[in-house]
T-cell receptor, first 113, second 113 residues
Framework: AQKITQTQPGMFVQEKEAVTLDCTYD???????LFWYKQPSSGEMIFLIY??????QNATEGRYSLNFQKARKSANLVISASQLGDSAMYFC??????????FGTGTRLQVFP | NAGVTQTPKFQVLKTGQSMTLQCAQD?????MSWYRQDPGMGLRLIHY???????DQGEVPNGYNVSRSTTEDFPLRLLSAAPSQTSVYFC????????????FGAGSRLTVL
């Protein structure tokens, strides 16, 4: 069975600092994808970054990078140079092969000046 | 190209009433899914479909029915609404190729009294 765990209900970071949001996963499949989504207070779900299980390099998208440690089954999101607009809920998600896509419980990030 | 369209945006039901949440996509996506979002619980998968005529249960399927008669539509039915089904519902779909990024609808807020 697949499982996604986000152990940080809330995180605080000062503007311009970097922050790491934790995500661990469990699957017996060899082929899977890992995702991060952002949900601002307006409610829409915004795709941030994707990492495939066979990708050798960590994914990066602008200020977002995914710290993928396959042996530890972790897929942490790193946000560099935090901005006030980064305040939101962040969800980690996983899809094994062509199966269903499941989400973690989320981390609420608050960026303060 | 409208993406994923969910209707209605808001609905109030009385316990025991039935209703259908509609979801349509015009991107020829094979994979479609329904999630519910509750505070502290993240997004939980209700049902999903990997193609027309194929549906499967997610993490929290009880109390919900789905069907997939066409590639475009994936309605979610509540046959006898209960207060525990008060939630925000998201429909989402995935393209058949590429990075498997979920495209979300705008969400439907359902209140069961």
């Amino acid at each position: 069975a697949q499982k996604i765990t986000q152990t940080q209900p809330g995180m605080f970071v000062q503007e311009k600092e970097a922050v790491t949001l934790d995500c661990t996963y469990d699957t017996s499949d060899q082929s899977y994808g890992l995702f991060w989504y952002k949900q601002p207070s307006s409610g829409e779900m915004i795709f941030l970054i994707y990492q495939g299980s066979y990708d050798e390099q960590n994914a990066t998208e602008g200020r977002y990078s995914l710290n993928f440690q396959k042996a530890r089954k972790s897929a942490n999101l790193v946000i560099s140079a935090s901005q006030l607009g980064d305040s939101a809920m962040y969800f980690c998600a996983m899809r094994a092969y062509t199966d269903k896509l499941i989400f973690g419980t989320g981390t609420r990030l608050q960026v303060f000046p | 190209n409208a993406g994923v369209t969910q209707t209605p945006k808001f609905q109030v039901l009385k316990t025991g009433q039935s209703m259908t949440l509609q979801c349509a996509q015009d991107m020829n996506h094979e994979y479609m899914s329904w999630y519910r979002q509750d505070p502290g619980m993240g997004l939980r998968l209700i049902h999903y479909s990997v193609g027309a005529g194929i549906t499967d249960q997610g993490e929290v399927p009880n109390g919900y029915n789905v069907s997939r008669s066409t590639t475009e539509d994936f309605p979610l039915r509540l046959l006898s609404a209960a207060p525990s089904q008060t939630s925000v519902y998201f429909c989402a779909s995935i393209a058949p190729s590429g990075a498997n990024v979920l495209t979300f609808g705008a969400g439907s807020r359902l209140t069961v009294l």
